[in-house]
């Protein structure tokens, strides 16, 4: 199992349920995973699929720039950070955002996402001088 082609994989699966059907993410996650969105911590598969599917956003599509991994742990864990663009629907330009999935392995032998860590990176500009 090489392990960024289960990033990437994942990652595909991911965003791809979410631009179609936040909903089909609840299997995505467990009880004891934990979200924070935008600094704000949600946890519980429910609560977290109850959290996206409130976003204030129903359509969107994201563009992913680079997927990064690494092994996490001896129980055989995955960090895979992802940083792209979200186009909302009816929005001229995309946000960029990153976001940090800790994979954690299941008996069955796929994984499921223990910890979820999303932000927007807004752009700022530098301060002109007076």
Known sequence: MDPDQVAKAFVEHYYSTFDANRAGLANLY??????????????????????????????????????????????????????????????????????????MPTPQGSFYVFNDIFRSCFQQLPALAT
């Open 30 to 103: 467990q009880d004891g995973s934990m979200l924070t969105f935008e600094g704000q911590k949600t946890q519980g598969s429910q609560n977290i699929v109850a959290k996206l599917i409130a976003l204030p956003f129903q359509q969107c599509k994201h563009h992913i720039t680079t997927v990064d991994c690494q092994p996490s742990g001896p129980a055989g864990g995955m960090l895979v950070f992802v940083s792209g663009n979200l186009q909302l629907s009816g929005e001229h330009h995309a946000l960029k955002f990153s976001q940090m999935f800790h994979l």
